[in-house]
């Protein structure tokens, strides 16, 4: 029988998985499966020490679980209830809510305490640039607008400005 000890350098590392190996399937209930038990928590221990793996940040836990799992950004909006609203997370427009953290948790298991952790939006400055940019959109239109009520429709399609004319009856 396998003496139980701390894992504390590789070589006891493979030891114990050697010996997991070895135990691997017996019944439940009998003194080898509460080794198997102890010797999984010793490796699951050791492992995570010697071995950490860095907690990603809340969109990127998201992104990588949608990857792994063959998700795509309309399964994210169906739980979110909103398309404009999963596109906002994963582009870092807008934060997570509350309500959001809780459904991820919940739905989709990922950690809420991963989740809650702060990180970065996009830069503000590209988001308003994009406003300004729907700014000069929203002004072209008007001026457009104008021109045709002003001009009518003949005058701006010569012009190549507008695409429809108004019927007329």
């Known amino acids: 029988m396998y003496a139980i000890k701390p894992i504390r350098n590789d070589v006891d590392h493979e030891a114990a998985l050697a010996q997991v190996d070895r135990l691997w399937g ?50 994210l909006s169906k739980l979110f209830g909103s398309e404009s609203r999963a596109s906002e997370i994963l582009n870092r427009r807008r934060r997570l809510t ?13 950690p809420a305490d991963w989740l809650v952790q702060p990180y970065e939006l996009a830069a503000k400055e590209s988001h308003e640039r994009q406003q300004s940019g729907k700014k000069l959109s929203r002004q072209r239109l008007m001026s457009l607008k104008r021109r045709r009520i002003q001009f009518g429709d003949r005058e701006a399609e010569k012009e190549g400005q507008l695409g429809t004319r108004k019927k007329t009856a």
């Open 98 to 110: 509350v309500d959001m953290i809780a459904k991820l948790s919940k739905d989709w298991g990922l």
């Open 26 to 75: 017996v019944e439940t209930g009998t003194p080898e499966a509460d080794t198997l038990e102890v010797l999984a928590i010793l490796i699951d221990d050791y492992e995570k020490t010697r071995w950490p793996i860095d907690r990603l940040e809340p969109v990127d836990a998201i992104k990588a679980y949608m990857e792994m799992n063959g998700l795509s950004q309309a399964d």
